[in-house]
């Protein structure tokens, strides 16, 4: 409060006192307040309710020293006052509760505004009457304690001007979790729950919902910011997020009411909370349903979740809307008495007479034929109430038992063993405030419904709720449909309960639950990707990548599917690794081991035809001893594929690369020693050459020998140093799987069992290609040359088709190698000769062999 504000309150309540110490009348700054209701009593409680919603002009001449009257009545606020009139009424009838003692009231309209409400409370504190004697100015306020107020922002003023005085206040309506700071409000209690456990109620329901796109709209006040404040920090570190926060002005500028529904129908999201007091939420649905907005989900707090006078104007508008209200519980007796409305009845006092006539339509109307003036009420119809709409009743019930309670245990006291100093026990006539409030802290007591009251270290009761639902009824009115309760005292787990069956949605959902998101929850298989610039809750779906899966809907993250398994296509689940090589089952293994041994058969052949016509001089002019071994080296590099072909294993690894790289050496070494006996040969038949010398048997095969055991020598190295060995790769799009390849071990040493194969295989093409036209009628380095040419063709091109492979076709394509290579061996050198052999055998005649 500002401290103008502040000197002027306290100038107001320390006046009499210096005025009356000087033993002169005091006159009360404060003007009195015409609506009100009073009741003579040993104690006088006060209240303060909003029975007007619409305060008087304002006397800007400052002469008049009486309000006018206060405008527009709301029934259910009225009902508050009669709740407290009827309680007092109770209280005094019980022979068990003050049965001693008679309380009596002061209840006064504060018009809903701020300014009438303090201007109640100071006359409600300081007296009734304008003139004070100055024997009565030091005396104990004449009401030590106030029920009410009902609205947040004025219970705050209140509590900050009262409480400096130790004045106790029992609010029935005033929720705002700012006024449980103990430290700034020691005095303020209250019998409805704080709005924290509101937050916490209307947060667990978008949760259970799954309402992650959420409006909230709340009015220009304590109430309404705190409100908005706490459901954020209730819902902070989820995924749920407000798609808009708006404010109510409190002069109701419909330019602004209207840009705010403009924003609430333009938005995505379907729910929308509306934190504001029923004045404040009735200028904004006025204009929801003036522009016939039908397709939302409204959440109401305890503000307005019962505000039955909507139905007169919301029409379909509002159907379906989820109310927090404050528990409701009906009390015997008090829904006849609060509609005894009948022209037997009519009030005498003058707040009573100005809701019926503004109410009920009730005035006095002269007869014209007796001249007497009679009662008449044209709306006595006005006067049902729902059950929904005991909430705010019984919490006045239950506050004014609180302070009857309190009294009961201040009668109570047992002199020297009171809790004030020296063991005193509370002073009754009169009561002062300070000590009635060190009783309503502690005070604990039943209601006669059966329900336990107290209040916390905070002045709070339990946070207890029931949910409401907004339903026409069989006759085609609006009713409030309880579907569940909240209660904190059950625990984190059952404190909630909804009967979900029971809901009628809003928005023309009917029975089933409304969807409010800004993103469609991601399907199984993708995650969450929230969109740039944008909150959490708005978020594209990515599919997660090969070896990734989700498994539930709305993801974060993909999980990593564990070592030998891998993500299924549609990336939902983890699947066994398909372990695949190069297998005898396989299309492909099939056919290579079959023409693995089919050349190794077609070789064995060609080795039979030679060794039965070895005395032929085809067979014999081709050192024979040269072509049988030539021919079982390639029959040992055909039956080599078949070491490359199955699962691998230390073993097979080691022979198929060790076995690969001798057998072709020797084959090899075989050509190479035919080429160059060729061309010795025929140099030698020039006059003067002795060079057959030199390439005899013994020296070939000792040729053959060296180069095989150069081979041997590397091979042997590469496997003791690094041989190759069985290893796996994971990978693939189209399957899944585990390739089991061998690899080389190192890489140096494979190099050099290739190259030193490329080495022989291009020495024997030059010695071959040199030797091609020497006069021979059967020149067989022509032959070497063409299988020389060949073998290098399909050796160049397998490095990059080797390295370029995938998986099992790295195998395939060294295979494929090995076969071709081996074939154009076997077909360029051996299959012209076979031809005379077994076709031609008229040509297979040493003469033949030396004609040019």
Known sequence: MALDAWLWVLGLLAWPVWVCSLRMPCTLQSRSTTGKLYKEGDVILGGLFPVHWEAPAPDL?????????????KMLSYRWLQTMIFTVREINQDPNLLPNLTLGYLAVDTCLIEGSTLNAALSLVTGQDEVVSGEECTRAPTVPVIIGDARSATSIVLADTLGVFGIPMVSYYASCACLSDRKRFPTFMRTIPSNAFQAKVIARLLRLMGWSWVGVIYGDDAYGESSAQLLMNEVKGSDMCMAYMEIIPKSHTLSKIRQIVEGVQSSKAQVVVIFAITADAEALLREVV?????DKQWIAPTAWSTAGYYAAWSGISLVGTIGIAIRSVEVKGLSSYVTNVSTGNYPTEELHQNVWEEAFGCKFVTDSLSGLSKLQCTNLGNVKVQAAEFDGMYAVYKAVYAVAHAIQDMLNCEPGKGPF????????KPIIPEQLLHYLKA?????????????????DPTGSYDIVN??????????????????????????LQLNIKNVVWGGGWGNKVPVSVCSESCPLGT??????????????????????????????????CPQRFWSNTDRTECVPMIVEFLSYEDDMGIILAALSVAGAALTGTVLTAFFRHRDTPLVRANNSELSFLLLLSLKLCFLCALAFIGRPAPWSCMLRHTLFGISFVVCLACVLSKTVVVLVAFRATLPGSNLMKYFGPLQQRAGIFFCTMVQVGICVLWLALAPPLPTETAGGELGARVVLLCAVGSVVGFSLVLGYIGLLAAICFLLAFFARKLPDNFNEAKFITFSMLIFCAVWITFVPAYVS?????????????????SYGLLLCIFAPKCYIILLRPERNTKKNMMAK
């Open 470 to 495: 907004w339903q026409i009824g069989p006759d085609g009115k609006m009713e409030f449909v309880n579907v569940g309760n909240f209660d904190s005292s059950r625990g984190p787990d059952k404190d």
């Open 527 to 560: 995650r969450k990707a929230v969109q740039k610039g944008k909150p959490i809750c708005c978020f594209d779906c990515i599919p997660c990548a090969a070896g990734e899966i989700s498994n539930t809907s709305g993801s974060t993250e993909c999980m990593k």
């Open 290 to 294: 003036r522009r016939n907005v039908t």
């Open 421 to 428: 100093k020296n063991g005193e026990c509370p002073e009754i």
């Open 443 to 459: 005070v604990r007591f039943t209601t006669t419904t059966g329900e336990f009251v107290y209040f916390d270290n905070n002045g």
């Open 61 to 73: 001449t400052f002469t008049q020293r009486k309000e006018g009257l206060c405008k527009s009545v």
């Open 805 to 821: 492979s995938p998986g099992r076709y790295t195998v395939a394509v060294e295979v494929f190698a090995i076969l071709a290579s």
